[in-house]
């Protein structure tokens, strides 16, 4: 019901842009925002954007990324620029309805 889109390969210092749209079936989200999950290690927090357009960021992506919501959409962005090798992840969106909705993951391969 959370369907991302934009990952891939990027080489440091570049730039990617994924989004994350809702399905239909889910109503009155507040927060969505996006997780990443490196190799081995544990899943992380990287911004978050309430349905009254609050922001907060991780402080590994502060000045790098930035999040953004068309709530008429559904649908969740995030800008990544200055990409470095340590971004490399599985990205996961996430909705927060009336309970959480989580997407399939998206890779981010950021090459040295």
């Known amino acids: 019901q959370l369907v991302e889109s934009g990952g891939g390969l990027v080489q440091a210092g570049g730039s990617l842009r994924l989004s994350c749209a809702a399905s239909g079936s889910i109503f009155s989200i507040n927060a969505m925002g996006w997780y990443r999950q490196a190799p081995g290690k544990q899943r992380e927090l990287v911004a978050t954007?309430?349905?009254?357009?609050?922001?907060n960021y991780a402080d590994f992506v502060k000045g790098r990324f930035t999040i953004s919501r068309d709530n008429a959409k559904n649908t969740v962005y995030l800008q990544m620029n200055s990409l470095k090798p340590e971004d490399t992840a599985v990205y996961y969106c996430?909705?927060?309805?009336?309970?959480?909705?989580w997407g399939q993951g998206t890779q981010v391969i950021v090459s040295s």
């Open positions: 954007i309430t349905s009254g357009g609050r922001i």
């Open positions: 996430y909705a927060v309805a009336y309970t959480i909705y």
